[in-house]
Structure formats: C-alpha cells, structure tokens
C-alpha cells in the first residue's frame, strides 16, 4: 500500500479529475454515468488538429443545435472531501440549450446565442460520491427537481449536505446517499452551506436563500 498526496479539480466539463500531486499524472478521472452529452457537444482532442481548427461545433451546418453542457458547463460548484472515508462528493447536471451558431465579431456572444422559446427538454441534477484511492462511483443520488445546480457541497459527521435551485435543503448519508432529511427553504438557493458555532457554542448550518439569477 503506498500513499500519495493528490490534487482534486473539478472542471466544467462535468470532469473531477485526480492527479498525482508530485507528478501530475492523472490517477482517476471521474465522469460520472448521469452526463448527457449531446451529439455535438463531445469533447473534442487538444492533440487533433482536425479537431482544434473546427470552425464550429456542427460544421459545416448552420441549423440549431442542442449543447449539452451547456454554456454554463456540467459542473459549477464546489466540491466536498471526507478525509476519513477518502471519498469526494459533487453535483453535475444537465441542462440542454438550443443554440444559434452566429459570427463571433458580434462581441460578448461568445459566437452562439441561445434560441428563445425552446422546446421543453428534461433538465436535472446528480449529487455523486466517489473513492479516490479507487476512483470507483460509490452512489449517486438524481433529482428531478432542479434546472441545474450551483454554490456546492459540505460534508461534516458523515452528512453530506446540499441547498439547490428547487428550493430544498437536504442532508445526505456520506456512506449510502440515504437522504436523512429534506428541508423546504422559502426561495432558491445557489450558494454553498457552511457550519459553525453560534453564541451559544451551538453547532448550526447557515445558508443563503435566493441570489438564484437567471435560474
């Protein structure tokens, strides 16, 4: 058995990657199953020219095209570590957008814009546990609920806790994935919990409600 010191990053790709902290090699790369990628939305290869000199994502077509993840990404929160069970916790979504391919002089458009009144497609968002000596999934909890999510995840005492953009604070079993409570919070929330003691020396979660933008 041989320890190693690792450096964890989340990328908007919906990537956790796991690199050796003295080398950089990448131990584990944790894609998790509930990523949805769209036909023209795949990742493309650095080292493909063919790739890397594509004018756009569905050339030579000029039509609509669903993106998937969308311009925000698939992963646009922070990420939680349990030191004692060596597991890392993050949410990932899904979130499709129809997108009009348009010249990139159009400054601040990114060269694409999002086609108004889309059709309705299934949106949603997976809260995922993994090992990292492994690199193996764990468990996976889906939520429905939720055009996406953002802020992040907070781990304590074996919970691992999320507020998300359905309006629910929810405390999860760090081992199974359990939900051991589920919380109504009177408006959105898009920023991670924290802990802390209050003036009484009480343990509390404090959060910050609403602030969800153009979710």
Partial sequence: WQMKKVFLKGCKNGIVYVFDAA???????????????????????????????????????????????????????????????????????????????????LRGQFGQRAVPNPPPVPTNYTLNAYNVDTGRLIWEYHSNTAPGYRGGVMTSGGVVYTNAIDGFLRGHDADTGKVLFEKAIPSTSAVMPTMGADSDGKMRLFFIIGGAGSW
């Fill in 23 to 105: 080398t950089g090699e990448a131990l584990h790369i944790l894609e998790p199953p509930s990523l949805r990628r769209t036909p023209n939305a795949q990742l493309l290869n650095p080292r493909s020219k063919e790739d890397m000199t594509k004018p756009w994502q569905h050339y030579p077509s000029t039509t609509p095209v669903w993106q998937n993840c969308p311009g925000t990404g698939c992963l646009e929160s922070d990420l939680a570590f349990d030191p004692e069970r060596n597991m890392i916790f993050f949410a990932t979504y899904n979130a499709p957008g129809l997108l009009q391919i348009i010249p990139v002089e």
